[in-house]
């Protein structure tokens, strides 16, 4: 038998007896991160392709969610931070161990990247939209000059952003749950099949529709797989690793993790998808919303229950 | 020159003047510490044994929290001490994540990470942190492990002794003798 308790000094509201600096807003963060990515590297693929007008939610509907995104992303990142006014020190260093100073300094390069690919055709889609300035006109037309240099440079980059989300968490050691290798990819997975869900969504195309739900079926397969695989390695792990992995196979997130997350996140919607290609008649609608709904579940659910676990000494 | 501390666990009795005594030093904020003492009970009566320990930021050899910090502010300092610059810091958190201690804490009404400093202003004008000078059974001792004449290189080289979670891979510097 082993007790073991504080006789003085913790008495921390936010420490005693766990450390939960992080709460929903770096949820929301590390969701609209990975979708912002998912939704982009489509966009840029079919614009490589030259399949614009067959694919006009991937093309041109959806990206205009992107920008969006990443600002609300960063306005909870930022509210989440305790010494707010300070936030611009993360932009006079580069901190190649620090996966956050990566992080941040690939959303600098991203946020204005991704707010030119949307400006690049949105008179196309709202023909009243008028720039007033001739320079603006000037500096639209460049920009879709090059629109596959940019789409060129976006995929390498929203790789990177879609893994980072869960590096992001992976790079801690005194919390098991997220110290393993395999959350960055999947994380990355998971942002891609919630791209292709917001797709989806977003489309009038019955073709498109039906071409992005066999991706999404495909990504969700993958997701699943690397699940498993990640709980599989955690049972193969040490004690700290057991521990952690407990907590969502029979702990406090048991639940979340079967019922919702693998539940109506992944597997609900991975049927519906494909009893829909089997040509039965579904709303195409009510998975990729599931999707959606499931990649931010996820988010939160890594993001809590990896803050309970820890090294135990 | 690479600053330690050494607590001798057998002399210890948990009376926590050295959390009172950082508490005064350094002005850390109402309900919060930047010490604190654990008890630990094994066995069962009447064969159980006790240990007591001071603890703290453990100024580690690889410390996670400046690795993992994106601005640079946690950084070590001489004597590889673990230290925060406060305006430096974004209060991003990541810091406290890392650390398998959770020995760090966002201060509640200037936003940075605050923690442990090993009483550096104090080391500077040659005394000892102040948790070491005030404990009253004398089981805290502090000093320069690569000098082999120094109190803690001594006891280090005699007793028997252990350090928090080796298995973190963080290298602790603070030395529990038992």
């Not at chain 1, 590297?41 to 992107?66: G, Q």
């Not at chain 2, 240990?51 to 930021?57: I, M, Q, T």
């Not at chain 2, 009253?136 to 320069?144: A, H, L, Q, S």
Request: with cysteine.
């Amino acid at each position: 038998m082993k007790e073991e308790l504080f006789i003085s000094g913790r008495h921390l509201e936010k420490i005693d007896p766990h450390l939960e600096i992080w709460e929903f807003p770096i949820s929301l963060y590390l969701f609209l991160g990975g979708l912002a990515a998912g939704i982009l590297i489509f966009s840029s693929i079919v614009v490589l392709l030259n399949k614009e007008d067959k694919f006009p939610s991937a093309a041109r509907w959806t990206p205009i969610l992107v920008p969006i995104a990443i600002v609300i992303g960063l306005l909870a990142l930022i509210f989440d931070l305790s010494h707010k006014l300070y936030v611009w020190q993360l932009y006079t260093t580069i901190r190649i161990e620090s996966p956050m100073s990566w992080g941040a300094w690939v959303l600098l390069i991203i946020t204005p990247l991704s707010i030119l690919w949307v400006f690049s055709y949105i008179r196309e889609l709202f023909p009243r939209i008028d720039w007033k300035f001739s320079i603006l006109y000037r500096f639209e037309s460049f920009i879709k000059e090059h629109k596959k240099f940019l789409a060129t440079l976006l995929i390498p980059l929203c790789i990177i952003l879609g893994i980072y989300t869960g590096i992001l968490l992976s790079a801690f050691n005194s919390r098991p749950l997220w110290n393993n290798a395999i959350l960055g990819p999947l994380f990355l997975t998971s942002g891609l099949s919630t791209g292709a869900a917001a797709i989806i969504l977003f489309s009038k195309s019955q073709y498109e529709k039906h071409l992005f739900s066999k991706i999404d079926i495909l990504l969700i397969i993958i997701e699943i797989g690397l699940i498993i695989h990640m709980v599989m390695g955690y049972y193969a792990g040490s004690e700290a690793h057991i521990n952690a992995i407990s907590i969502l196979m029979n702990g406090d997130f048991s639940f979340m993790f079967f019922v919702i997350l693998m539940g109506l996140g992944l597997i609900v919607p991975l049927l519906l998808e494909v009893f829909e290609l089997l040509g039965l008649k579904m709303s195409v609608i009510l998975p990729a919303l599931l999707v959606l709904i499931g990649g931010l579940v996820f988010r939160i659910l890594m993001v809590e229950a990896g803050q309970l676990t820890r090294i135990l000494y | 020159m690479r600053y330690v501390m050494v607590i001798d666990t057998l002399k210890c009795v948990g009376c926590s003047d050295c959390v009172v005594a950082c508490q005064t030093e350094n002005d850390v904020p109402f309900g919060y510490c930047r010490d604190w003492v654990t008890e630990t009970v094994t066995g069962t009566y009447p064969h159980v044994e006790m240990e007591l320990r001071s603890e703290r930021c453990n100024h580690c050899e690889n410390p996670p929290c400046v690795r993992t910090c994106p601005t640079g502010a946690s950084h070590v300092a001489e004597g590889g001490i673990v230290v925060v610059t406060g305006n430096e810091c974004i209060g991003c958190g990541a810091c406290i994540e890392s650390c398998p201690y959770d020995a760090r804490y966002q201060h509640p009404e200037e936003g940075y990470v605050d923690k442990c400093t090993f009483c550096i202003h104090r080391v500077e004008k040659g005394l000892k942190p102040a948790c070491v000078s005030v404990c009253p059974t004398r089981c805290m001792y502090f000093g320069d492990i690569h000098d082999p004449n120094s109190e803690v290189a001594k006891l280090l080289a005699e007793r028997k002794y252990k350090v928090l979670a080796p298995e973190a891979g963080t290298k602790p510097r603070i030395y529990y003798l038992i």
